[in-house]
């Protein structure tokens, strides 16, 4: 009886261990879909922001109905078929751990510390009149502290940007994460990707831009006390808009465009 004494503590607290672990289990299966939901709605979110889209008190789901997502080849350019990549299943950051789907990355080419990269992306476009208004594209980049995820919207012309959002990473509050200031990412706005030879030519300028006419259209401020950080956004900007992120999406969109495609006759 003494024994069973002492051990009986053992098997409540074992007991309870059980019970607690199981209601943990079942707490977390139950709310999964309800997290995926909300990272979801939290996607649109940003990617309506991008485009100046977003407006308090609509639903998201109403404001996203004017975006048409798709997934397209980063090597070719493409558009995929679903068939290819199924989007209801297509996790664009899990993709990036499949080898089968990404692969790795030169230290000459990886500007942007990606260190691996997928081969297929989300894209989003702004339907207007069956006509493309907009483009709105996933980015990424090492900053000083962490990986900054956003998304910048480019002007139908595929080059003026129309908005940036970054809404997730790990910067100093108060400095590198002032990319997420809306003051700071309302100097984006009009700004172009691309010179007329095509090629990359945008940067953050240190200090502030000062540069006055068609220069100045390529610039903006850095952070102020966030060097890195601002080093980092200018790294992922010229990946992204170069050959290894969208640059061939972008030029074979522009060729359709300049045909006069409408947005049900893009593939």
């Known amino acids: 009886m003494a024994r069973d004494s002492a051990l009986k503590p053992f098997y409540s607290a074992l007991l309870l261990a059980f019970v607690c672990s199981f209601l943990v289990s079942s707490a977390s299966v139950g709310l999964h879909s309800r997290q995926q939901a909300n990272q979801q709605l939290d996607r649109q979110k940003n990617i309506l922001r991008a485009a100046g889209l977003y407006r308090e008190g609509i639903p998201v789901a109403q404001l996203f109905a004017a975006i048409d997502s798709r997934i397209i080849d980063l090597r070719s350019g493409k558009f995929v078929s679903v068939k290819e990549i199924n989007p209801k299943k297509f996790d664009q950051r899990q993709a990036v751990n499949n080898p089968k789907i990404s692969h790795s990355l030169a230290k000459s080419t990886d500007i942007a510390g990606l260190r691996r990269l997928e081969d297929y992306s989300w894209v989003y476009l702004v339907k207007k009149d069956n006509k493309i208004s907009q483009v709105i594209l996933p980015i990424r980049g090492s900053g000083l502290w962490s990986m900054m995820y956003g998304y910048l919207a480019l002007n139908s012309d595929l080059n003026t940007i129309r908005g940036i959002t970054f809404y997730e990473h790990g910067e100093t509050p108060g400095l590198g994460g002032e990319i997420e200031n809306p003051a700071w990412q309302a100097g984006w706005q009009g700004k172009k990707i691309y010179n007329q030879s095509g090629k990359v030519d945008f940067k953050v300028v240190k200090g502030g831009v000062k540069t006055k006419g068609a220069a100045a259209l390529h610039q903006v401020d850095g952070i102020s006390g966030a060097t890195l950080t ?17 640059k061939p999406f972008l030029e074979r969109m522009r060729r359709r465009i300049n045909h006069g495609r409408t947005l049900t006759s893009l593939n």
Request: aromatic share 30%; glycine share 18%; hydrophobic share 40%.
């Open 230 to 246: 601002s080093n980092g956004v200018d790294k992922l900007l010229h990946f992204w808009f170069g050959n290894y992120g969208f």
